[in-house]
């Protein structure tokens, strides 16, 4: 497969994925949240149509596409799309903070962006306000099913040119 073919069935792919893997809910007065499931199945999502928007610019649609497509690209358990993932970090993070996280992967044996080992059965992004100029939106991750889940709150720190520059287990605020 040459580049240029790649680099449309990766594009794809993020459509795809961003289209049956998020529902984006806002109201006026009320914070903005995404939530979703990876690789949801196609007679699920006929079932109940669901519609996605978002703004260029606004940091809670930024994280949200960047968390679903990366949990749809590690999610696949028998093919995980490496070079997708790879791409989405380099995309979405600022150098300085790709550096500091594969320090923090080598330390702990685990995805920074997730802070796992595994991939998250479910997500939740919620915007958390602003901060000088940076913008601070909530990820929380649910991990397993049935009665046996446990939920991961990341504090993801964007900066004012959009690029991820923290993930933390707690708030900068």
Do not use: C
Request: overall charge positive; proline content about 4%; hydrophobic content about 35%.
């Amino acid at each position: 497969m040459n580049s240029r073919t790649r680099t449309a069935l990766t594009a794809g792919v993020l459509a795809v994925a961003l289209g049956l893997g998020a529902t984006v809910q806002a109201s006026a007065g009320t914070p903005r949240s995404v939530s979703g499931k990876p690789s949801e199945s196609a007679q699920a999502s006929a079932a109940a149509p669901r519609s996605v928007s978002g703004t260029p610019g606004q940091a809670v649609t930024r994280v949200a596409d960047f968390y679903g497509a990366y949990i749809d690209a590690k999610g696949d358990y028998t093919d995980p799309d490496v070079t997708l993932a790879t791409a989405l970090r380099k995309h979405y993070l600022t150098p300085d903070f790709a550096k500091r996280l594969a320090a923090w992967e080598k330390k702990n044996a685990a995805d920074g962006v997730l802070r796992a080992q595994n991939v998250p059965t479910r997500w939740t992004v919620t915007d958390n306000g602003t901060m000088g100029h940076s913008h601070e939106v909530i990820v929380t991750l649910t991990f397993g099913s049935g009665e046996t889940t446990q939920k991961t709150r990341l504090f993801v720190l964007v900066e004012r040119y959009n690029h991820i520059s923290a993930i933390e287990t707690t708030s900068t605020r």
